[in-house]
């Protein structure tokens, strides 16, 4: 899990949230969510200061959930921020009532006890603590600066292609307007 920060340039006001993949990606969620009728602090932000007045910073990643809540939790604390987690990107759909109601679904279904069982059998969680976690926090800092790399190098892999690309096509247009002056 990636923590990331969304800062507002104007008011400082600072966003964490998590994602799965990638924070730019989450990023353009919000974005196309911003301008529909979803009430959220983030989207009246955005909407009243514009998007281009927003940065995004991955500050953290985290192997499991856990760890990522407590990163979660420690970076909104330093920072005074507002947590994005549960935050919509897509307004509520109005569904119509249907006037049909089935019996199956207004019986309770009984419980059974094999899920009881099964969960005292599970080995108990020992918490981990901050112990050892420098080694973490330095593998988690490499995964950051890696999927960073990898991205930028991605980044100008479609640069070069574009101008290749762009290349070709100024070259054609210029063999077409070099073409016709040549037979006068």
């Not at 281009?52 to 990643?61: M, P, Q, T, Y």
């Not at 981990?128 to 990898?150: F, H, L, M």
Request: contains cysteine.
């Amino acid at each position: 899990m990636i923590i990331f920060t969304i800062t507002n340039n104007i008011t400082q006001q600072v966003y964490v949230g998590t994602t799965k993949e990638c924070a730019y990606e989450r990023w353009k969620q919000y974005v196309a969510a911003h301008n529909k009728a979803i009430d959220a602090p983030l989207y009246r932000d955005m909407r009243e200061h514009g998007v281009e007045n927003f940065s995004i910073n991955e500050c953290g990643f985290a192997y499991d959930m856990e760890e990522a809540r407590e990163l979660l939790s420690e970076t909104m604390a330093e920072l005074d921020a507002i947590n994005l987690q549960g935050m919509k990107t897509s307004a509520a759909i109005v569904k119509a009532v249907s006037s049909k109601t089935s019996n199956s679904a207004s019986k309770p279904k009984p419980k059974t006890s094999r899920s009881a069982s099964s969960s005292i059998t599970a080995k108990p969680k020992i918490a981990n603590g901050r112990t050892g976690s420098s080694s973490k926090e330095k593998k988690i800092r490499e995964a950051i600066e890696k999927e960073k790399a990898d991205r930028q190098e991605q980044q100008y892999r479609k640069i070069a292609a574009e101008a290749e690309e762009m290349k070709a096509i100024m070259a054609r247009l210029d063999a077409r307007a070099a073409g016709p002056a040549k037979r006068r």
